[in-house]
T-cell receptor, first 110, second 112 residues
C-alpha cells in the first residue's frame, strides 16, 4: 500500500461546476499538506499549503484536512477551462521530505 | 526572479551515452531534489540533497549519480543511458525538507 493514494481520474466536469479532489494517506505523523497544479509540459506549482487539520481558502480554492480520517481534499468552485490540469497532493511529517500522490487529471469543458 | 532553472529542456541520447542535467535555484534554499515523472507513475524521487554537502538516495536511484556543486546547483548524471531512463526529469528546491518544494519546468529526455 502506498503512503499516499490519489485517484488518477480523469475527472471531466462542465464549466462552473464544483470540483472535489481527494487524497488518503496512511502515516499519522503527516502534519504539512499541500496541493500542486501541473499544466501540460510544465512543472508542478504550489497551489495550497496547510498545516495540521482544518480548512484554508484562497479565492475559488479550498483545502480541507481531516487528520482523524487521514483524508485531504481540494475544492474548486466555479471551475474554469483554465483549471484543466493535473492536481497532485503532497504531505510530510515534521522531519522528512514530501511524499506526493500520483495526481488526478482534471478537464473542465466549456 | 527565475526560481528553479533546468537545462537542457530537451535531449535525445543513444543507449550507452552519458549526460548531465543541470539545475540551479536562486531562492537560497537549502534542500534540492531530482524527480522523474512517467505516465501513470507520478513523481518518483531519484536523489535529494537536504543541505549543501549532503546527498541521499530516493526511491529510484539506480543508474544515476548526483552532485551538489554548491548551495545553488544540483546536477544529475546518467553515466550509461538506457531506454528505461526515457522520462521527464524535474528538479525542485525547498527551504528545508518539510517545506513546499518549488519546481523547474523539466527536462524531456529520450533515449533511443
Amino acid at each position: 500500500q502506498k503512503e499516499v493514494e490519489q485517484d488518477p481520474g480523469p475527472l471531466s466536469v462542465p464549466e462552473g461546476a464544483i470540483v472535489s479532489l481527494n487524497c488518503t494517506y496512511s502515516n499519522s505523523a503527516f502534519q504539512y499538506f499541500m496541493w500542486y497544479r501541473q499544466y501540460s509540459r510544465k512543472g508542478p506549482e504550489l497551489l495550497m499549503y496547510t498545516y495540521s487539520s482544518g480548512n484554508k481558502e484562497d479565492g475559488r480554492f479550498t483545502a480541507q484536512v481531516d487528520k482523524s480520517s487521514k483524508y485531504i481534499s481540494l475544492f474548486i468552485r466555479d471551475s474554469q477551462p483554465s483549471d484543466s490540469a493535473t492536481y497532485l497532493c503532497a504531505m510530510s511529517g515534521n522531519t522528512d521530505k514530501l511524499i506526493f500522490g500520483t495526481g488526478t487529471r482534471l478537464q473542465v469543458f466549456p | 526572479n527565475a526560481g528553479v532553472t533546468q537545462t537542457p529542456k530537451f535531449q535525445v541520447l543513444k543507449t550507452g551515452q552519458s549526460m548531465t542535467l543541470q539545475c540551479a535555484q536562486d531562492m537560497n534554499h537549502n534542500s534540492m531534489y531530482w524527480y522523474r515523472q512517467d505516465p501513470g507513475m507520478g513523481l518518483r524521487l531519484i536523489y535529494y540533497s537536504a543541505s549543501e554537502g549532503t546527498t541521499d538516495k530516493g526511491e529510484v536511484p539506480n543508474g544515476y549519480n548526483v552532485s551538489r556543486l554548491n548551495k545553488r546547483e544540483f546536477s544529475l548524471r546518467l553515466e550509461s543511458a538506457a531506454p528505461s531512463q526515457t522520462s521527464v526529469y524535474f528538479c525542485a528546491s525547498s527551504e528545508v525538507l518539510v517545506q513546499p518544494q518549488h519546481f523547474g519546468d523539466g527536462t524531456r529526455l529520450s533515449i533511443l
